[in-house]
């Protein structure tokens, strides 16, 4: 009897430990059913917000091909769910010819998990790339910049320089010594931080002799529609202000023609800072009687004959120490807008609309900043214009205003950085500066708007006013007022 209860006893305990495992099994059925059901509807829906964000990217890509300067961010998007299909075109990409577009679509999907579908591509602005010549860098740096460090230097025999451009890492100098053109390959440059007394960058001697006989105060190069390279400079002289020479042969410049400004008269008639844009060069002579501000037809800068004064200059009343040019659409049409750094108490930031000559000022929307400081330098970098004025105390010395519609600009960003502001060079993270502050001459700022921040300053001798301070190809070129003439950082 005890024998068979005890059989019975464990019958019982068989039979429970079945049911348990019944219940078990059930159980894991139920959830491989439910999860499976879960993730063909995450499934759904990331393919869903897939779709969105190729399409948003897409639009992008159209938009930019017919405009490139309406690919904007948008940030609060069309709603997506319970979250949103967002566009970015984050500061930290972009470069004078191109930026980065960020299509991206957020939603909480269920058991609260936050879900993002990213999409990003490269857009190139080519219409900018071809109206500026070839001078329009498309990479951003790389490195941190914290510190910057000399890659390599040159000097001069005597004298200083006046300013700098470069051209596929051929750097173009102007200077107050003869031949007061210098030119040099850095595609060979040596490596070597420590060049004090060292001439690692060697310019050119050129094989004919070339000597502009003159000092020139500044100078834009640019590739021209027959694929050569021309340089137009302001030549410190009362009269064949403007010259255009071709530098295609970087041993053998020549001059193509000199042509003086008209209507140019007083006490400085010399000219000063120049630009090219679109087939034209401008130039501007320091406030003098008659007009400052003059434009000429350089499309065809291989025929001498073609190099004409358009009109007969706008006067502006004041001098400009740095200006930009650019396209924009007003009302549906095309406008050439040019930005000026100047010299007026009120007028720091002058906008000029230049489309037909003589130009008219449309704005000056930098008139109610503190203090009676002069504008010094700017940058244009897609819709943001930095802008850097002389040393404020107390009041900011670096503005970044938004530009997007040059009849309602706006600040966008600003920031007291305790010097003046006298050159500037702006791509992706970070904004280079150029200023008079001893052991600080030249700074790396982040370019950011919303929070403009110190990365590092540099200590070397002084950095020139107006067109000192170039990037390209993560190298920034500097001249130098004194000792080397030619300092190239980058970051190790």
Request: hydrophobic share 40%.
């Amino acid at each position: 009897m005890d024998k068979l209860n005890k059989q019975k006893g464990f019958s019982t305990i068989e039979i429970l430990i079945a049911l348990a495992l019944s219940a078990l099994t059930v159980t894991a059925v139920t959830s491989v059913v439910f999860g499976s059901q879960s993730v063909a509807v995450d499934s759904q829906t990331n393919t869903e917000a897939l779709h969105i964000a190729q399409e948003n990217l897409e639009s992008a890509l159209a938009t930019s091909r017919e405009n490139y300067n309406n690919v904007v961010a948008d940030l609060v998007g069309t709603p997506y769910l319970n979250g949103s299909a967002t566009l970015d075109v984050p500061v930290s990409f972009l470069t004078a010819c191109r930026k980065q577009v960020v299509s991206r679509v957020n939603w909480i999907g269920e058991y609260n998990r936050s879900q993002t579908i990213e999409l990003a591509t490269n857009v190139t602005n080519v219409p900018l790339m071809l109206a500026l010549g070839g001078v329009c860098d498309t990479t951003p740096p790389s490195g941190g910049w914290n510190p910057p460090a000399t890659y390599t230097c040159g000097r001069f025999n005597t004298g200083d320089p006046t300013a700098v451009d470069v051209l596929n890492r051929i750097v173009y100098m102007t200077a107050e010594v003869a031949p007061y053109i210098y030119i040099t390959d850095s595609n060979g440059a040596v490596f070597n931080p420590l060049c004090h007394n060292a001439q690692n960058v060697q310019f050119v001697a050129f094989a004919n002799g070339f000597d502009d006989g003159a000092q020139l105060n500044d100078i834009k190069v640019a590739r021209a529609s027959n694929g050569n390279v021309y340089a137009y400079v302001a030549r410190d002289t009362s009269t064949n202000q403007f010259e255009v020479i071709d530098v295609n042969d970087i041993n053998n410049p020549t001059s193509v023609i000199k042509r003086s400004l008209a209507g140019v008269g007083g006490s400085n008639p010399e000219g000063w800072k120049v630009y090219y844009y679109d087939g034209k060069a401008y130039i501007v002579a320091r406030y003098t009687a008659g007009p400052e501000f003059h434009v000429f037809d350089v499309s065809t800068p291989w025929i001498p004959g073609s190099i004409q004064e358009i009109g007969s200059g706008t006067e502006l009343g004041f001098t400009v120490e740095d200006f930009v040019v650019t396209k924009k659409t007003i009302s549906g049409s095309p406008h050439y807008i040019a930005y000026m750094a100047s010299d007026g108490d009120s007028n720091e930031l002058l906008v000029v609309d230049i489309t037909n000559v003589p130009g008219s000022i449309i704005s000056t929307p930098a008139g109610d900043l503190l203090g009676i400081q002069n504008g010094a330098s700017l940058y244009l970098l897609n819709d943001l214009l930095y802008f850097g004025r002389d040393s404020t105390p107390p009041g900011s010395d670096l503005y970044v205003f938004n530009v997007q519609d040059p009849q309602n600009i706006t600040i966008r960003g600003q920031q007291d950085i305790n010097t003046g502001v006298i050159g500037i060079a702006v791509t992706g993270d970070f904004a280079f500066l150029g200023t008079p502050k001893v052991s600080k001459e030249f700074q790396a700022w982040t370019s950011n708007p919303d929070s403009i921040t110190l990365i590092s300053p540099f200590n070397f001798p002084n950095v020139i006013s107006g067109h000192g301070v170039r990037y390209e190809d993560n190298w920034v070129y500097l001249a130098s007022s004194s000792n080397d003439s030619l300092r190239i950082l980058y970051s190790p």
